[in-house]
């Protein structure tokens, strides 16, 4: 049974930088697509970046281009998020997510078919 389990995050001052992590116990895991989410309170799950199966072609939303870096590692079946310049607006839960077997990169949460239990960032000013 594939699991998603997400660390790194915490609290950070505005301008700081966190790292999280995904570990994925999957079997093939260079054939899956992974993204990233975040989720602030009272707002939708949003499309943060997603990093591509096999060739880790990246794909990121315009809030955090230039700010956060996605990253895997097949050979540790991990998925990263570099997050540099912090702001407050950043504070989340962050989860991970794949996509089925063999997909590509999707930018909406109804493209991911399995979900990390979350990691809460929070940005103080």
């Known amino acids: 049974q594939v699991q998603l389990v997400e660390s790194g995050g915490g609290l950070v001052q505005a301008g700081g930088s966190l790292r999280l992590s995904c570990a994925v116990s999957?079997?093939?895991?260079?054939?899956?697509?992974m993204g990233w989410f975040r989720q602030a309170p009272g707002k939708e799950r949003e499309f943060v970046a997603a990093?591509?199966?096999?060739?880790?072609?990246?794909n990121y939303a315009d809030s955090v281009k230039g700010r956060f870096t996605i990253s895997r590692d097949n050979a540790k079946n991990t998925v990263y998020l570099q997050m540099n310049s912090l702001k407050p607006e950043d504070t989340a839960v962050y989860y991970c997510?794949?996509?089925?077997?063999?997909?590509?990169?999707?930018?909406?949460?109804?493209?991911?078919?399995?979900w990390g239990q979350g990691t809460q960032v929070t940005v103080s000013s």
């Open positions: 999957a079997r093939a895991f260079s054939m899956y697509t």
């Open positions: 997510a794949k996509r089925p077997f063999g997909a590509w990169i999707g930018v909406h949460p109804r493209h991911y078919d399995l």
């Open positions: 990093i591509s199966k096999s060739d880790g072609v990246t």
